[in-house]
């Protein structure tokens, strides 16, 4: 019964934008509304969070596909230096136990120096200046 269930939304769903990173936004963002609107009784946040779920639905079910790839390119373009934050954050985080994360004095480029060196002259490969940091 299962395999003929999934044969038929498969069916539906041919041809059909899907789920891209502008509809998994979306949705995360109507459940962070409807969850306020629960705790502050906010009928008009409950009401902008079920447009909002109409129009992701909308997107999902399209078959401009041409229009909504459009949408989600805009999307991650504007989005993208945010994401890029965090992304790099993540990095960081995870290096820390091998290297330290230095700044140049001079240009603010980040220069990823490995641990237990010693104090040691680091050269910016930006601006070329010198300057001594530990590692």
Not at 15 to 40: C, E, H, K, P
Not at 61 to 67: G, P, T, V, W
Not at 79 to 102: E, P, Q, S
């Amino acid at each position: 019964m299962g395999h003929i269930m999934r044969g038929k939304l498969q069916q539906f769903m041919a041809g059909r934008y899907g789920v891209d990173q502008l509809a998994r936004s979306l949705n995360f963002f109507v459940i962070i509304l409807l969850v306020v609107s629960m705790l502050t009784r906010q009928g008009v946040l409950y009401l902008f969070a079920l447009g909002l779920m109409a129009y992701s639905y909308f997107r999902i079910f399209s078959r401009n596909r041409a229009r909504r790839y459009a949408e989600n390119a805009r999307y991650l373009q504007r989005t993208a230096k945010f994401w890029g934050f965090f992304a790099a954050l993540r990095r960081d985080m995870r290096t820390r136990r091998t290297h330290h994360i230095y700044r140049c004095p001079d240009c603010r480029q980040k220069i990823r120096i490995p641990r237990g060196k010693g104090r040691i002259a680091v050269r910016c490969p930006k601006c070329s200046a010198e300057f001594i940091k530990k590692s």
